[in-house]
């Protein structure tokens, strides 16, 4: 079991309309250049629109942004429908309110067992000062909890 932050992921589909799902396999790959790396199963119906296009956000979730996790994760609705976000440069939806978003070039993809990897290369990027982070675990968000001064702790060996 691996706490992960949450994650949703928009792009726009080949006519132009918005796309995006909830996320939480996303992690950094390289400083120089900036990459990073999500993927999705191969059933996902929005692979096309992500492995097709050029551009794409990734924003890392606050904590306030539950139940916009989830609508992303429902099939079937228009997950944009109330939804407040504006247009990037390439006209990519940017969600209000995220602790973090990574505006990403499409720089690659390698199909391994029924997932896609899409590596994209952060073009921009910035955080929402003091947001804390939504997490996910063992089928429940969960928020952060600093556990304090560990100093004590990490003096004592682990293995004897």
Known sequence: MFATGVTIVTALDAT?????????????????????????????????????????????????????????????????????????????????????????FNRSQYDEGDHTILIGQVERCRHLEGSSPLLYHGGMFYTEHPLGNLSAAAERPLHK
């Open 16 to 104: 132009g309309r918005p796309v995006g799902m909830t996320a939480s396999s996303f992690n950094s790959v390289s400083l120089n250049p900036p990459l990073v790396l999500w993927s999705l199963a191969h059933k996902t119906t929005t692979l096309a629109a992500f492995a097709r296009g050029r551009h794409y956000a990734i924003h890392v979730l606050a904590v306030e942004q539950r139940e916009l996790a989830e609508r992303f994760a429902t099939r079937g609705i228009d997950r944009f429908a109330g939804v407040a976000w504006q247009p990037n440069a390439d006209g990519v939806p940017i969600l209000d309110g995220a602790a973090a978003v990574f505006e990403c």
